[in-house]
């Protein structure tokens, strides 16, 4: 008996070694992992379990551009923070740490979470963007909270990193704190004369050059890449820039706010362009505006085969056809690229040989001289911006324009003297 007791001893003894030995190894080995409480102990501890939003928004925008706050809890408004933290920061945690920009990134959502609850849209004075937007969606986006759409924008930045770039994840940092960064301007406190100016992109790299300046004081490490993110904030509402990072940062804000807007118009879709524009839709549209004079002014006419059309026309029957189909494109929210807008339309119409003969490639429209001509008197003639299409071609592919009924409008109105010099 005595033995049998010694035995069972000894085996139990073996077993208990063998698990400590085991569980120390496990310890060794196992990956450090800095927790989110240590990072972020500002807003983690509002932190909740993350809580769909309403099933039609996620249904609307199913395959199509998605943000990163669409399945945003509704617990506390920390808790955006915390949610865009774990799912937008913590799987580039590496990327992050070598370049020196995890604190940073802390830093700028801790000041999003305190300042962010004001609205995404500066909705008074003079700010470009502002005036850049249609008055139609102004309204509605400033429902939408800073940083909200920082967040969502953010998040985009990151999903078109990848498809830009092979290399992509080294530049999810640069690209991520310029994207949390590019709207704080917004932020009514700065707009008390702080700053001399009340453009938020400037307002913006002067905040975000205060933190970083900040941070340095504390003897913290910031990125070496700073300036050239300040340079992006600074210029994220100018036009021309063929900068690759700025046109990734410019759409990811667009994306961002298409699928915002469809808070407000909930039986609409995101759609690009060239998966809703249809010409023969497209032109019965613009067909009453020809040889047509409303409160003594024209914006189409015809003279020898050629369609002559005032660019603002071919904007305007645009976004007609797109609410008519119900369709949030977006590059057609702000008003500052009609250069690109009308670029793809011609060519939208150059590729079925409905454009003059004598427009060449890649050239939207021109400067046309525009006379009046009787036969006793012709005018100097004054240079206008049009956009020249074949109305011939078009008649023979459309068979509804009637060249007839055209010629009518135009004999029964003054532009029956109208003459296009080339």
Same mark, same amino acid.
């Given at each position: 008996m005595l033995l049998l007791l010694v035995g069972v001893f000894l085996v139990t003894a073996i077993f208990v070694f063998l698990f400590m030995v085991r569980s120390y190894s496990n310890t060794r080995n196992e990956k450090i992992v800095i927790s989110l409480e240590e990072i972020a102990?500002?807003?983690?501890? %509002?932190n909740r379990e993350p809580v769909e939003t309403e099933s039609s928004v996620e249904e609307l925008v199913e395959n199509q551009?998605?943000?990163?706050?669409? #399945? #945003?809890?509704?617990?506390?408004v920390s808790s955006m923070g915390g949610y865009f933290f774990e799912q937008y920061i913590l799987p580039y945690e590496k990327e992050f740490k070598q370049q020196n920009?995890?604190?940073?990134?802390?830093? +700028?959502?801790? %000041? +999003?979470?305190?300042y962010g609850d004001c609205p995404s849209v500066v909705l008074s004075g003079k700010d470009k963007e502002r005036m850049l937007m249609k008055a139609s969606v102004i309204d509605n986006l400033g429902q939408i909270t800073l940083k909200e759409h920082t967040y969502n924008v953010a998040?985009?930045?990151?999903?078109? +990193?990848?498809?830009?770039?092979?290399?992509?994840?080294?530049? *999810?940092? #640069?690209?991520?704190i310029t994207?949390?960064?590019?709207?704080?301007?917004k932020i009514p406190h700065l707009h008390g004369g702080q700053y001399n100016t009340t453009e938020h992109p400037l307002i913006s790299e002067y905040e975000l050059l205060r933190i970083v300046e900040e941070l340095t004081n504390e003897n913290r490490l910031v990125p070496q890449w700073i300036d050239s993110v300040r340079i992006l904030i600074r210029e994220h509402h100018q036009s021309g820039s063929r900068d690759t990072f700025l046109e990734v940062l410019k759409r990811a804000d667009k994306d961002a706010r298409a699928v915002e807007l469809l808070r407000f118009a909930k039986e609409f879709t995101i759609s690009e362009f060239n998966t809703w524009f249809n010409i023969e839709d497209y032109l019965k549209i613009l067909y009453p505006h020809i040889n047509v004079v409303r409160n003594n002014q024209w914006e189409a006419f015809t003279d020898r085969?050629? +369609? %002559? *059309?005032?660019?603002?026309?071919?904007? #305007?029957?645009?976004?007609?056809?797109?609410i008519k189909k119900k369709i949030i494109d977006p590059s057609l929210i702000y008003t500052d690229n009609t250069d690109s807008i009308l670029a793809q339309i011609v060519s939208a119409f150059r590729e079925k040989n409905l454009v003059a003969p004598f427009l060449k490639s890649p050239q939207w429209g021109g400067k046309y001289t525009v006379y009046t001509e009787t036969s006793k008197i012709r005018t100097k003639g004054v240079s206008i911006a049009l956009v020249p299409l074949s109305l011939v071609n078009m008649a023979q592919m459309f068979s509804w324009i009637d060249m007839n009924e055209l010629s009518e409008r135009k004999n029964n109105s003054v532009l029956e003297v109208l003459k296009v010099e080339i």
């Amino acid at each position: 008996m005595l033995l049998l007791l010694v035995g069972v001893f000894l085996v139990t003894a073996i077993f208990v070694f063998l698990f400590m030995v085991r569980s120390y190894s496990n310890t060794r080995n196992e990956k450090i992992v800095i927790s989110l409480e240590e990072i972020a102990p500002i807003w983690m501890i %509002y932190n909740r379990e993350p809580v769909e939003t309403e099933s039609s928004v996620e249904e609307l925008v199913e395959n199509q551009i998605s943000t990163p706050l669409l #399945k #945003k809890q509704e617990s506390p408004v920390s808790s955006m923070g915390g949610y865009f933290f774990e799912q937008y920061i913590l799987p580039y945690e590496k990327e992050f740490k070598q370049q020196n920009a995890l604190e940073l990134t802390n830093k +700028l959502i801790q %000041y +999003l979470e305190t300042y962010g609850d004001c609205p995404s849209v500066v909705l008074s004075g003079k700010d470009k963007e502002r005036m850049l937007m249609k008055a139609s969606v102004i309204d509605n986006l400033g429902q939408i909270t800073l940083k909200e759409h920082t967040y969502n924008v953010a998040g985009n930045v990151i999903s078109i +990193l990848e498809k830009t770039f092979t290399d992509w994840r080294i530049h *999810v940092p #640069k690209m991520v704190i310029t994207a949390l960064a590019h709207d704080l301007g917004k932020i009514p406190h700065l707009h008390g004369g702080q700053y001399n100016t009340t453009e938020h992109p400037l307002i913006s790299e002067y905040e975000l050059l205060r933190i970083v300046e900040e941070l340095t004081n504390e003897n913290r490490l910031v990125p070496q890449w700073i300036d050239s993110v300040r340079i992006l904030i600074r210029e994220h509402h100018q036009s021309g820039s063929r900068d690759t990072f700025l046109e990734v940062l410019k759409r990811a804000d667009k994306d961002a706010r298409a699928v915002e807007l469809l808070r407000f118009a909930k039986e609409f879709t995101i759609s690009e362009f060239n998966t809703w524009f249809n010409i023969e839709d497209y032109l019965k549209i613009l067909y009453p505006h020809i040889n047509v004079v409303r409160n003594n002014q024209w914006e189409a006419f015809t003279d020898r085969g050629i +369609l %002559y *059309v005032k660019p603002s026309l071919i904007v #305007k029957s645009l976004d007609e056809l797109r609410i008519k189909k119900k369709i949030i494109d977006p590059s057609l929210i702000y008003t500052d690229n009609t250069d690109s807008i009308l670029a793809q339309i011609v060519s939208a119409f150059r590729e079925k040989n409905l454009v003059a003969p004598f427009l060449k490639s890649p050239q939207w429209g021109g400067k046309y001289t525009v006379y009046t001509e009787t036969s006793k008197i012709r005018t100097k003639g004054v240079s206008i911006a049009l956009v020249p299409l074949s109305l011939v071609n078009m008649a023979q592919m459309f068979s509804w324009i009637d060249m007839n009924e055209l010629s009518e409008r135009k004999n029964n109105s003054v532009l029956e003297v109208l003459k296009v010099e080339i």
